[in-house]
């Protein structure tokens, strides 16, 4: 073995190991508070509800365990165990040009990546979303949404595939500039589309109609002078009964979207509050420092890429003889996430801090104390852990901890 093969190999042992000691202390300290429900919360939540958080927090961890185990070991079946190899000798077998043969390489491996996948996606909506009473889906709806899931990511994801492959092919070696902005310019294709285009493919959207909630959103949004194009609501009860709200589309043609599973539950003060919360979010410009990252980041992974694509290396460390753009484009981001692990504790910290200011933003514009009875109810109706493991929150959680979210909430508020 090369030298940056064992380092590859120590840092995928040593993330594996750290996800499942993670969630291994997480399912223990949510097991260990099962017994009784947080002082703060003693009023508004009762025991059956607290435990029934706890195991369904269990079932899901434990499955992320496997989940784990299975991304672990799949990696090391298609780099050291020669999966990568083997798929581009097939893929060479069938085509001479360098990009058809990269298509058919990099179909290959997310054809292989879903099928090892989907047992775990069945497990999760049929057995533990379903034995918790969340799951609303039906196996016909559930393989319809497979296969437009397929269609779509076959739609958007080969040509895009196509076209990155083509500048590393041909544009020499500015090639990773070019393939960002085709990157940046496809993300905000996608995102202006996504609106009109996709989402109607999954769901039904039909306008808001309570006329005290419209007035009260209404008001609210000339408050914190917004704009938006409509205020909608979609049928999420056709496949779970967790409920959410949502912001979509550019500019003017802003729209807001609830999920008619939340508007059933919360008040209209409480929707309220909510959506002052997710207004946060866009007037203190999260959603665009969010997209900042990513674009960044994508330059410097793609930068990255082209350094490690011409060192031999790379590919003899990783076990593939084959010297081909498209097997290192694969190779690269398999083997990335190993190394970018690590970051994940900034990235949800970063998150949480984004999710205070929105809080205080809708602390000042709606009302703190109907915030908090509208989170009250989510953890309760979503069975989110009110307890969950210190380490396992700061390192995943891109929301606060329940019990210190409220905290800040009701010293807002007083
Ligand atoms: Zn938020």
Same mark, same amino acid.
């Given at each position: 073995?090369?030298?940056?093969?064992?380092?590859?190999?120590?840092? @995928?042992?040593?993330?594996?190991?750290?996800?499942?000691?993670? *969630?291994?202390?997480?399912?223990?300290?949510?097991?260990?508070?099962?017994?009784?429900? $947080?002082?703060?919360?003693?009023?508004? #939540?009762? /025991?059956?509800?607290?435990?029934?958080?706890?195991?369904?927090?269990?079932?899901?961890?434990?499955?992320?365990?496997?989940?784990?185990?299975?991304?672990?070991?799949?990696?090391?079946?298609?780099?050291? *165990? *020669?999966?990568?190899?083997?798929?581009?000798?097939?893929?060479?077998?069938?085509?001479?040009?360098?990009?058809?043969?990269?298509?058919?390489?990099?179909?290959?491996?997310?054809?292989?990546?879903?099928?090892?996948?989907?047992?775990?996606?069945?497990? %999760?909506?049929?057995?533990?979303?379903?034995?918790?009473?969340?799951?609303?889906?039906?196996?016909?709806?559930?393989?319809?949404?497979?296969?437009?899931?397929?269609?779509?990511?076959?739609?958007?994801?080969?040509?895009?595939?196509?076209c990155v492959l083509w500048l590393m092919d041909v544009s020499g070696g500015y090639w990773w500039l070019y393939a960002w902005l085709v990157w940046v310019a496809?993300?905000? =294709?996608?995102?202006?589309?996504? $609106?009109?285009?996709?989402? $109607?493919? =999954?769901?039904?959207?039909?306008?808001?109609?309570?006329?005290?909630?419209?007035?009260?959103?209404?008001?609210?949004?000339?408050?914190?002078?917004?704009?938006?194009?409509?205020?909608?609501?979609?049928? *999420?009860? %056709?496949?779970?009964?967790?409920?959410?709200?949502?912001?979509?589309? =550019?500019?003017?043609?802003? %729209?807001?979207?609830?999920?008619?599973? /939340?508007?059933?539950?919360?008040?209209?003060?409480?929707?309220?509050?909510?959506?002052?919360?997710?207004?946060?979010?866009?007037? /203190?410009?999260? #959603?665009?420092?969010?997209?900042?990252?990513?674009?960044?980041?994508?330059l410097?992974?793609l930068w990255?890429?082209d350094?490690?694509?011409?060192?031999?290396?790379?590919?003899?460390?990783?076990? #593939?003889?084959?010297?081909?753009?498209?097997?290192?484009?694969?190779?690269?981001?398999?083997?990335?996430?190993?190394?970018?692990?690590? @970051?994940?504790?900034?990235?949800?910290?970063?998150?949480?801090?984004?999710?205070?200011? +929105?809080?205080?933003? +809708?602390?000042?514009?709606?009302?703190?104390?109907?915030?908090?009875?509208?989170?009250?109810?989510?953890?309760?109706?979503?069975?989110?852990?009110?307890?969950?493991? $210190?380490?396992?929150?700061? =390192?995943?959680?891109?929301?606060?901890?329940?019990?210190?979210?409220?905290?800040?909430?009701? %010293?807002?508020?007083?």
């Open positions: 073995m090369t030298a940056f093969g064992l380092v590859f190999l120590v840092a @995928l042992i040593l993330s594996t190991a750290l996800r499942l000691w993670l *969630g291994a202390r997480h399912i223990a300290h949510v097991q260990a508070h099962r017994s009784a429900v $947080p002082p703060q919360f003693a009023s508004d #939540v009762t /025991l059956e509800a607290h435990q029934k958080a706890a195991d369904y927090t269990s079932a899901k961890t434990r499955l992320g365990l496997v989940s784990a185990a299975v991304d672990t070991a799949l990696v090391l079946w298609l780099t050291f *165990g *020669g999966g990568v190899q083997k798929l581009y000798e097939a893929a060479a077998g069938w085509f001479d040009g360098e990009i058809a043969r990269g298509l058919v390489l990099i179909m290959l491996v997310a054809i292989v990546t879903t099928l090892v996948e989907l047992p775990l996606g069945l497990y %999760r909506t049929f057995r533990i979303e379903e034995r918790f009473g969340f799951n609303k889906i039906t196996p016909a709806l559930y393989w319809i949404d497979f296969v437009k899931n397929a269609a779509l990511a076959a739609a958007f994801g080969l040509p895009l595939a196509a496809f993300n905000l =294709f996608v995102l202006a589309i996504y $609106p009109t285009w996709i989402a $109607p493919l =999954f769901n039904r959207f039909s306008p808001m109609n309570d006329p005290e909630l419209r007035d009260r959103v209404e008001k609210l949004l000339q408050r914190c002078g917004f704009r938006v194009k409509g205020l909608l609501v979609m049928d *999420g009860s %056709r496949r779970s009964s967790h409920g959410n709200a949502y912001f979509t589309g =550019f500019g003017n043609s802003k %729209r807001i979207v609830f999920f008619d599973t /939340l508007l059933t539950r919360l008040t209209p003060q409480e929707v309220e509050a909510v959506l002052a919360h997710e207004l946060g979010h866009f007037r /203190l410009r999260h #959603v665009v420092k969010r997209i900042a990252w990513i674009f960044a980041a994508s410097a992974f990255l890429l350094f490690v694509m011409h060192q031999d290396w790379f590919y003899a460390g990783l076990n #593939v003889d084959a010297r081909s753009i498209a097997v290192a484009l694969v190779l690269f981001f398999m083997v990335v996430p190993s190394f970018t692990f690590l @970051l994940q504790p900034l990235l949800s910290s970063y998150s949480r801090k984004h999710e205070f200011e +929105a809080d205080s933003y +809708a602390a000042q514009n709606a009302s703190a104390s109907h915030l908090v009875s509208a989170l009250v109810k989510l953890y309760k109706d979503n069975a989110s852990t009110l307890t969950p493991d $210190p380490v396992h929150s700061a =390192f995943y959680d891109s929301h606060p901890p329940a019990l210190i979210r409220i905290a800040r909430l009701q %010293r807002s508020r007083a």
